[in-house]
């Protein structure tokens, strides 16, 4: 009984002092009376109102941004964003006499302010506060009074270094390239600083046009910062897609590599360019010598290879690999070597030579970790080139259980082919089932997305229509970025239009026709369906796919002239970029027509900015470009 009392006691004190410190009533501890502290402000809560002071500002609401900013202003005294942010919104609403008030009034309080900050990049110092003053008097068109104040506040700090790159920066906020050029050359010449800002001047030579000089920077920017041909290529791909432009800053980058011919971020500068503008022998020159130079061990070679190999360039990556090979480098390196050559004869179509030297590798190698690649690339060869998919599927199944090296969820998706290619569609469903278990992220993952536009495709061939829509809503209802999203819409479309049902089952007997590799096949039922239906999704998307069956079987003249047709009678159709792009890219690779190719894509880049393929066209304008000149 004493316990529980002594216990009821203890509680009913802690319960006390809690209720006093909620409100701020004086509790005596040790004979003496103290206050609660206040509350502070919640963490984040100046962030959470700059945000929304953006988010205003980003919407065109630059009145309510200003407020907010004002609002964070007083808040928090000296908050950076906020001082900004005021001074921003009073410029954009052009009230330009509340602007510079508002900034004598902050660098009037800054003489007054203890341990106010001395450095001029500090965005509340007077040197930033001045600079503003100076930028609200551009704005009002007085440039003679902006350069006096600006001149003024950079000989109160000394013309420091720190002090030139903050009014660089603002002119290159403003855009007053030339002036921002003539700031850099006249501190380097003072300072005897030859690569001072030189990042910034080529931004500023940019903008003036100047291509060369703008490189000439980017080079000398390489030399001042470790990887800075990294930061200069990237600005480098951002210059105009122009053969006049491409042209001067390649007549520069050869200047350079004569003249400095050991230096690595020179070659791989110039290796990076020269895979921009389409020039891929000069890009696989560049990177060989720049690992050959770096000692890199055939790592920098292996990987332009591979980059190569991947966009098609057999010729090149084939080279790359060679190369490699030659140099006898590590172990890991040389297999990945041996395996791109591999791939190499795959993309050729020599699939009995690629399989061969697949199992070759196979022999030669048997403990390398690579060997589980290697199957699998020859399991890929017996199932969609010898359309053999009863070998394949006891290469993928030991492949699943291993789970080595090759994803198991891609392998997962090569079992349930294997099935569905055998007639088996029960099988295959259960083994694409299999890929959406080991999915655990907390949206739905490329591969699970994959699986389950195969099951409902598989339903659709068995004539199931409501388990393949509940397969494609799991689609749909999940992460619309995995590129599985669009193709469920479209099926979706497809079994929701209705329509002549003998067009619907022609057209789910195309598609696994198409599955199976019987292209001629899939294309004839792919007609048939377009014919049934004259107009509508199924009409387009059977009439595409037909053009799709026919190239795979080696008509590809036939496919343009169905192309053709598409393009001229579905003027309005979502998928006419991609038709388009299809049509460009059949001249390129199955046509050879180069010039004909190049002309299609050139046309394509104007008539469709904003299509799914614009980079992968422009790309391959790139190359076509190269090649025609």
């Known amino acids: 009984m004493k316990r529980f009392i002594l216990s009821y006691i203890l509680l009913l004190v802690i319960a006390l002092a809690a209720c006093a410190q909620e409100t701020q009533i004086p509790v005596q ?56 942010g005021v001074t921003r ?151 105009p897609d122009d053969s006049a432009v491409n042209g001067k800053v390649t007549a520069v980058l050869r200047k350079v590599v004569q003249r400095d011919r050991k230096s690595v971020d020179v070659w791989r500068l110039s290796a990076g360019f020269a895979h921009k503008t389409g020039d891929l022998a000069g890009f696989m020159n560049g990177t060989i010598v720049a690992d050959s130079l770096s000692q890199n061990g055939g790592n920098l070679v292996l990987a332009a290879a591979e980059q190569l190999l991947s966009e098609g360039e057999v010729e090149h990556a084939r080279r790359g690999f060679q190369r490699i090979l030659a140099w006898q480098p590590a172990a890991d390196v040389a297999a990945r070597a041996e395996l791109g050559l591999g791939r190499c004869l795959e993309v050729l179509g020599q699939w009995a030579q690629a399989k061969q030297a697949y199992e070759s590798f196979i022999a030669q190698h048997p403990t390398f970790k690579q060997v589980h690649e290697a199957r699998f690339r020859i399991a890929e060869i017996l199932l969609h080139q010898d359309r053999a998919a009863a070998a394949a599927l006891p290469l993928y199944e030991d492949l699943w259980q291993r789970g080595l090296l090759i994803s198991r969820a891609l392998v997962g998706l090569r079992v349930g082919d294997c099935h569905a290619c055998l007639g088996d569609q029960t099988a295959a469903v259960s083994a694409w089932s299999d890929v959406v278990k080991l999915d655990r992220a907390p949206t739905l993952a490329e591969d699970a997305a994959q699986a389950l ?98 190239r795979n079987c080696g008509s590809p003249q036939a496919a343009v002239a169905v192309l053709d047709t598409f393009i001229a009678r579905y003027t ?36 469709h900015p904003r299509s799914m393929y614009l980079e992968q066209a422009r790309r391959k304008a790139r190359i076509l470009s190269a090649r025609v000149s």
């Open 89 to 239: 919104m009073l410029m954009a609403l052009q009230q330009y006499d509340e602007a510079e008030a508002f900034l004598k009034e902050w660098i009037q309080k800054n003489e007054l302010r203890q341990n106010a900050p001395m450095m001029p990049a500090d965005p509340t110092g007077n040197y930033a506060l001045t600079l503003a003053l100076g930028q609200v008097a551009l704005a009002r068109g007085d440039e003679a009074r902006a350069w006096q104040i600006w001149n003024g506040a950079l000989a109160s700090v000394g013309r420091a270094p720190d002090a030139v790159r903050s009014l660089v920066t603002l002119l290159l906020q403003n855009r007053r390239w030339e002036d921002a050029e003539r700031v850099i050359r006249d501190f380097r010449k003072d300072a005897k600083q030859p690569s001072f800002m030189a990042l910034e001047l080529a931004s500023s030579l940019s903008g003036q046009m100047n291509w060369s000089a703008a490189t000439e920077e980017l080079l000398l920017f390489t030399t001042s910062s470790p990887n800075g041909w990294q930061v200069a290529l990237n600005y480098l791909n951002r210059f």
């Open 453 to 550: 536009l195969r099951i409902a495709r598989a339903n659709l061939w068995r004539d199931s229509t409501k388990l393949a829509l509940a397969a494609l809503d799991s689609i749909t209802a999940g992460n619309p970025v995995n590129t599985a999203f669009n193709d469920a819409v479209l099926y979706t479309a497809l079994l929701d239009e209705g329509g002549v049902y003998r067009a619907q089952r022609a057209f789910a007997e195309g598609d696994y026709a198409t599955f199976r590799h019987e292209d001629s096949l899939a294309a004839a039922r792919f007609d048939e369906a377009a014919n049934l239906l004259k107009d509508g999704r199924l009409a387009e998307w059977a009439r595409y796919s037909q053009a799709l069956a026919l």
């Open 572 to 607: 309005e159709s979502v998928d006419l970029d991609r038709a388009k792009y299809l049509r460009a890219l059949i001249r390129m690779e199955d046509l050879h027509d180069d010039a004909g190719a190049l002309f299609e894509f050139k046309e394509f880049l104007i008539q």
């Open 29 to 84: 501890l040790q004979g003496k009376p103290r206050t609660a502290p206040a509350p502070r402000k919640a963490q984040g809560d100046d962030y959470i109102i700059a945000e929304r002071a953006r988010r205003a500002e980003t919407l065109g609401d630059l009145n309510r941004a200003l407020g907010i900013w004002r609002e964070l202003l007083n808040r928090t005294p000296w908050q950076p964003d906020a001082l900004q």
